[in-house]
């Protein structure tokens, strides 16, 4: 019973466009959100967060929306460059981020075509 | 001077065996924590430690015995290894007001035969 969910498990654009990926989460409990970044052979590196109590939240090219009444978040890269070409994880928490204790997604994979 | 390292990058063992895998982080966090990363790409909390005290203990089995020596390192011993325990096994390290913001060593990918 997977509590935050990927569906996509890849996702192809071409560099200078938009990349949208999209994470569903079903616990209400969930108040606090973030996306993780993974290269291969590395480990899972922060990207960006939101908090429950906003719906957007932007730095630099990457930016969360996150919409409550249909436990979805989405992250947007613009633009996008052969870089960011790596696997995203989305990955929610309650206690307001208070925690370690991080439920993720089973990740997307991005490829960026130059 | 990597933040967070673990040790060693790959382990390959024959079922029965008993090995460990060893965690380091040099970033002055207070909390370490062993991530486990399955076959279907989920990531799953195992444990946490916070100043070398046990605080989250996942649904693990008892074969799985986590040590913190000091706050900076967290090892993680598994006894009589089983075929479904291969993975790739992470540590990660955050600190008191971004306890959700985890810095990832680069994994231990484990293979049990």
């Known amino acids: 019973d997977q509590q935050v969910k990927q569906n996509s498990p890849s996702l192809s654009v071409q560099e200078g466009r938009i990349s949208i990926l999209n994470c569903d989460y079903t616990?209400?409990?969930?108040?606090?959100f973030l996306w993780y970044k993974k290269y291969p052979a590395e480990g899972p590196t922060f990207l960006i967060s939101?908090?429950?109590?906003?719906d957007k939240n932007e730095d630099g090219r990457f930016t969360v929306f996150l919409n409550k009444s249909a436990k979805h978040l989405s992250l947007h890269i613009v633009p996008s460059q052969p870089g960011d070409s790596a696997v995203y994880f989305c990955?929610?928490?309650?206690?307001?981020?208070?925690?370690?204790?991080?439920?993720f997604g089973q990740g997307t994979t991005l490829q960026v075509k130059p | 001077d990597t933040a967070v390292s673990q040790t060693p990058k790959y382990l390959v063992t024959q079922m029965g065996n008993d090995k460990s895998i060893k965690c380091e982080q040099n970033l002055g966090h207070d909390t370490m924590y062993w991530y486990k990363q399955d076959s279907k790409k989920f990531l799953k909390i195992m444990f946490s430690y916070n100043n070398k005290e046990l605080i989250i203990n996942e649904t693990v089995p008892n074969r799985f015995s986590p040590k913190s020596p000091d706050k900076a390192h967290l090892n993680l011993h598994i006894n009589s290894l089983e075929l479904g325990d291969s993975a790739v096994y992470f540590c990660a390290s955050s600190q008191p007001g971004s306890r959700a913001k985890l810095f990832f060593g680069s994994g231990t990918q484990l293979s049990v035969l």
């Open positions: 616990n209400s409990m969930f108040d606090y």
């Open positions: 939101i908090s429950s109590i906003k």
């Open positions: 990955a929610a928490s309650a206690n307001s981020g208070n925690t370690g204790k991080l439920i």
